[in-house]
């Protein structure tokens, strides 16, 4: 039809952009979109992680620290996973065996080491396990690994993960498109929650989120029939998230395949600007169909009213139907054209 017609062109434009829409009708949802809530580490950050320092306590040596938090976060796909094995590898350190591991979204890793239990992962997992820790942990501006060995403390590690190039502008070309209501959900701590979103130009930065959490704001935003959500995430842990907003946008590179099940469109360079190109063509694609539907509309609507007063020949009636979809055709071509 001249709807679904349009919306094939749009999900090509869009595809050129690395945007890849899943279901047909996520290319007229990203066209009405009023708030993006985004993740943060592996979204808008790069997720990559660097170890900056290690701080071991109690009788552990750092070395040992550095093996054992490895070694356990080996089994986890988890950004933050992957950056400590990739350190504990350049640093020549061997890995230990490991068994049992579970993890808990949003708060870490509980597994066993030679016996003995071994935590790693944020304050709020030795919290949940009535493991004390230093409190000055709470108050630091970045990134840290937390470790327990034998249910207690045993010291962490810092990371320090960066923006990716790009999300200034992905920012910026929101905003440019009236989208003002931009949101920063994430995981980690608010005191770093906050800092990167004033980097980024975004007030509204909601921390110390688990999924739950995540789900639960979600739930309150949609009680507003009016808005209209999309969610950008990297897809660690935010599958719940990207089923329930309207429209669900994982970043494809690092993304886990749940989210890139659940999302109704992928971008494939982890760019976040692709976020708002893709609006972009959703906007003018919603914009091409209320043109070609009202063209037609309007056109019957005059053969109509042209035969009931015995004006309309026939090949005015065959104008209504085949000229009209012809136009409608080239309008949405148009689509191709008007970007770039
Ligand atoms: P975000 O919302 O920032 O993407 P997540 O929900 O994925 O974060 O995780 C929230 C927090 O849980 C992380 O900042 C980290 O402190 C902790 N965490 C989760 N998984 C792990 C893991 N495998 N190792 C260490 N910490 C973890
Ligand atoms: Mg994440």
């Not at 944020?122 to 919290?127: E, V």
């Not at 979600?218 to 897809?235: H, S």
Request: charged letters at 20%; aromatic letters at 4%.
């Amino acid at each position: 039809s001249i709807v679904t017609i349009v919306l094939s062109f749009g999900t090509q434009k869009m595809a050129k952009e690395h945007a890849i829409v899943r279901k047909l009708q996520a290319v007229e949802g990203l066209g009405s979109v009023s708030i993006i809530c985004s993740d943060k580490t592996g979204t808008l950050t790069k997720g990559t992680f660097d170890v900056q320092a290690c701080k071991s306590a109690g009788d552990i040596s750092e070395e040992e620290l550095v093996k054992l938090i490895a070694s356990v976060e080996s089994d986890s796909t988890h950004p933050i996973a992957k950056a400590v094995v990739n350190y504990a590898k350049e640093q020549n350190i061997e890995r230990v065996t490991v068994t049992d591991t579970k993890e808990y979204a949003g708060f870490g890793l509980e597994a066993t080491v030679g016996g003995i239990p071994v935590l790693v992962g944020n304050c709020r997992l030795l919290s949940k396990f009535d493991i004390s820790f230093p409190q000055e942990l709470l108050k630091m501006t970045d990134t840290i690994v937390v470790c327990a060995v034998g249910n207690r403390y045993a010291g962490y590690l810092l990371l320090a993960d960066a923006l990716k190039e790009d999300a200034k502008v992905a920012i910026d070309r929101l905003k440019a498109l009236n989208i003002e209501n931009i949101q920063i959900l994430s995981g980690d701590k608010q005191s770093i929650v906050t800092n990167f979103a004033e980097k980024l130009g975004i007030s509204k930065a909601y921390g110390d989120l688990l999924p739950e959490g995540k789900v639960k704001h979600l739930e309150e935003l949609r009680q507003d029939e009016a808005n209209r959500i999309a969610f950008v995430g990297d897809g660690m842990n935010d599958a719940p998230v990207l089923a329930l907003s309207h429209v669900g946008i994982a970043m494809g590179g690092l993304g886990s395949d749940a989210a890139i099940e659940t999302a109704d469109v992928v971008i494939q360079t982890d760019q976040p600007s692709k976020v708002a190109e893709a609006i972009k063509v959703g906007k003018l694609t919603r914009r091409i169909i209320w043109q070609n539907v009202s063209l037609a509309f309007g056109v019957k609507l005059l053969v109509l009213i042209l035969g009931a007063g015995g004006i309309a020949t026939l090949w005015e009636a065959v104008f209504a139907d085949v000229g009209v979809a012809l136009l409608a055709i080239m309008n949405a071509v148009r689509i191709q054209k008007m970007i770039k």
